[in-house]
Structure formats: structure tokens, C-alpha cells
């Protein structure tokens, strides 16, 4: 990759808005989780640090997964059995490595694909000096208007993506439903066709030679 050119220091509102994005960290992420199978992620949390973990599963199955979350003593904060969708916010007590796991072990054959996000941290005020006694600017009341309208944008996103996903593995899965049973509906049919043919065949040749019988 070249080097990229140097442009210069960022402007002061630029630079607010970066170091408001980095102070709070948040994982998102989409993976497959086959049948029988258990996965788990792990964070290295500091104590007092509030903390979000929302979850969904988007395709495979009943729609539904085991969620198991635990502190660095190895407590249960959190335990669900076959959840399709779930938020649980807490505040961790001790500094350490949370983990946190999903498990698809109750499936033998059909894997799971699960979106997960975990928040770790509270978005700080946009300008640092947004908790003083004094009134924000005008400029600086619309900056923060504008972050707060971006943020739950990106929240109704991910969560109409999540739905639009689901909806299409409901309907995909629905599709293959119909296609088989009209398959068997088709070969049902053929089958009784052909055994009427053969029944109506093997009649009128026993007729026949019932008439050729009586005629000699």
C-alpha cells in the first residue's frame, strides 16, 4: 500500500467527532454457527464499565440459540436457552477478560447464522465542554442534535437489515417447502394416473376374456 500524503492537522470538529467514535468500543458481528457446535468471544473489560450485549439469530432452524455470559470468577451474569433475540445491559464489577458464548449443541442438523453487538463503554459527550453551566452554541446544539439523529439511523438500519435478512431466510425456506410438496404432489399424481391405467387395462382384458369365454 503507498504512503499516504500528510494533510494536515484534522479541524477541531472533525477531531471531536474521532475521538467520540474511539472512546467507546462496540463489536458487531454476523457468524455461522454449525449444528452442535459452540462459540465464544471474549473482552477485556474494565470495572464501572457499563456494557450492552444484543443478540439475534437470523437464520437455521427455530430461529433460536443458547446465550451464556460470564465474569472473569467464572459468574453467570446472564444465561438463555433457545432465544431467538435478546439485550442484556450490566455493569462489570471487576476489571478482566468477560466472556461470552452461544451454543447451537441442542441442533443436530440445521447451523445458525447469529448477529451479535456488544457495546463496551458509554458514548462520551460530544465536545468536551458539553457539561458546563454555560449554554452550548447554536453550531455546537445542532452538532449534537445531528450525532444523536446519525446514531439511531445506524441503529434502525441494523436492525431493518437484521429483519429484511430474516424475512428472506423465512421466505427462501418457504419456497423450498412449496417446490417439495408440489414435487410430491406431481409424482402422487403420476402414480395414481398410471395405476388407474393399469387398473382400467387390467378390466376391460378381463371382461374381454369373460365375452370370449361366453361366446364359444
Request: glycine share 6%; hydrophobic share 35%; with cysteine.
Amino acid at each position: 500500500m503507498p504512503p499516504r500524503t500528510s494533510r494536515g492537522p484534522l479541524p477541531p470538529l472533525l477531531l471531536v467527532w474521532a475521538l467520540a467514535a474511539c472512546a467507546a468500543r462496540a463489536s458487531e458481528i454476523t457468524f455461522e454457527l454449525p449444528d452442535n457446535a459452540k462459540q465464544c468471544f471474549y473482552e477485556e473489560i474494565a470495572q464501572g464499565t457499563k456494557c450492552t450485549l444484543e443478540f439475534q439469530v437470523i437464520t437455521g432452524g427455530h430461529y433460536d440459540v443458547d446465550c451464556r455470559l460470564e465474569d472473569p470468577d467464572g459468574i453467570v451474569l446472564y444465561k438463555e436457552m433457545k432465544k431467538q433475540y435478546d439485550s442484556f445491559t450490566f455493569t462489570a464489577s471487576r476489571n478482566g477478560t468477560y466472556k461470552f458464548c452461544f451454543s447451537n449443541e441442542f441442533s443436530t442438523f440445521t447451523h445458525k447464522t447469529v448477529y451479535f453487538d456488544f457495546q463496551v463503554g458509554e458514548d462520551p459527550p460530544l465536545f468536551p465542554s458539553e457539561n458546563r453551566v454555560t449554554a452550548l452554541t447554536q453550531m455546537e446544539s445542532a452538532c449534537v442534535s445531528i450525532h444523536e439523529a446519525l446514531k439511531s439511523v445506524i441503529d434502525y438500519q441494523t436492525h431493518f437489515r437484521l429483519r429484511e435478512a430474516q424475512g428472506r431466510s423465512r421466505a427462501e425456506d418457504l419456497n423450498t417447502r412449496v417446490a417439495y410438496w408440489s414435487i410430491g404432489e406431481a409424482i402422487i399424481l403420476l402414480v395414481v394416473s398410471i395405476g388407474q391405467v393399469f387398473l382400467l387395462k387390467s378390466f376391460f382384458s378381463d371382461k374381454r376374456t369373460t365375452t370370449t369365454r361366453v361366446g364359444s
